[in-house]
């Protein structure tokens, strides 16, 4: 297959990945650098979530840090053009919730739709780009990607009817009417920025997602996908959950011999970038595994 047989561009859609936060739940590790830029087996946590949007066909991308680590995100991602991406960055000045995202990001939005996703969060799965792709190409209103989990007092939950439509949403609920939560993935008509600025701040003083989430249901404009189980979300937000990732990616990219989330594979396959210039990739990265891989795929594609 070559890379072109991917193509999906979706240009009336733009990514942010919220790589913000204190990363408390790590400490002492995220001290000294941000959660986001942290290994996850072989790669750095932001290359994951940065990847699931490419798969979605997204190239235009807002990354929001905290104001301490933009430099080094900025060191790391460069301008995006190396995968075909036009990257932008912006600071969040304190945490103050998910849906402050929207609101950090709205002249880089300029009235288009959006595909949010928290920098932490780690999709995997067969047939992953088809399924955020038709998402991408057919929603309105919101969406979210919902999984079923062992411990939904944990997590946003939905509550979906006999017809696998939402009637009801609920944060960390005490007594969840399922077990299906929403992960850090969401899809967003124009209309996000507004509601984002209606919210009241929570009890913790932050704009909380799930209130856009449940403003998009209350008017019948929230659209669910189920991720089922041939796809995998992994949260890396605590030191055990990172653990589990790593050793997630590790037995797959081993077993496989394929990489989980690797931009430079996936602009290729994608279209954003050409044969020679995944051949430069692999060589600025020369004598390491990371190039050898960029090498041996480039040379299985001729």
Not at 108 to 137: E, T
Not at 213 to 230: E, K
Request: with cysteine; aromatic share 8%.
């Amino acid at each position: 297959m070559s890379g072109h047989d991917w193509v999906a561009r979706w240009d009336d859609v733009k990514g942010i990945v919220l790589a913000g936060g204190a990363g408390s739940r790590l400490y002492p590790v995220t001290q000294a650098v941000s959660k986001q830029l942290l290994p996850v087996y072989d790669k750095p946590m932001i290359y994951y979530p940065l990847t699931t949007l490419m798969l979605a066909g997204i190239r235009e991308i807002l990354v929001i840090t905290t104001p301490t680590d933009a430099d080094a995100f900025r060191r790391l991602l460069g301008d995006g053009s190396q995968w075909g991406l036009t990257l932008r960055f912006a600071r969040q000045e304190a945490p103050r919730g998910i849906a402050d995202a929207l609101l950090i990001g709205e002249g880089f939005l300029d009235g288009d739709d959006v595909a949010l996703i928290l920098g932490d969060n780690i999709f995997s799965g067969a047939g992953l780009s088809s399924m955020l792709q038709q998402a991408v190409a057919g929603h309105h209103g919101g969406h979210v990607f919902v999984t079923q989990v062992s411990d939904p007092g944990r997590y946003g939950i939905v509550t979906l009817d006999e017809a696998g439509r939402p009637v009801a949403i609920e944060e960390k609920p005490r007594l969840p009417g399922s077990r299906l939560a929403v992960t850090g993935l969401y899809l967003y008509d124009e209309n996000a920025v507004h509601i984002a600025r209606a919210l009241t701040p929570s009890a913790r003083g932050e704009l909380e997602i799930t209130d856009v989430n449940d403003a998009y249901l209350q008017t019948g404009a929230l659209d669910v996908t189920v991720l089922g189980r041939g796809h995998a979300w992994l949260d890396t937000g605590t030191v055990d959950s990172l653990a589990e990732a790593a050793e997630f990616v590790r037995v797959i990219e081993h077993r496989q011999g394929l990489k989980v989330g690797c931009p430079e594979e996936v602009a290729y396959r994608m279209g954003f970038i050409e044969l020679r210039d995944l051949r430069e990739l692999a060589a600025a990265c020369r004598d390491t595994p990371y190039g050898e891989y960029l090498e041996d795929l480039a040379d299985e594609l001729v």
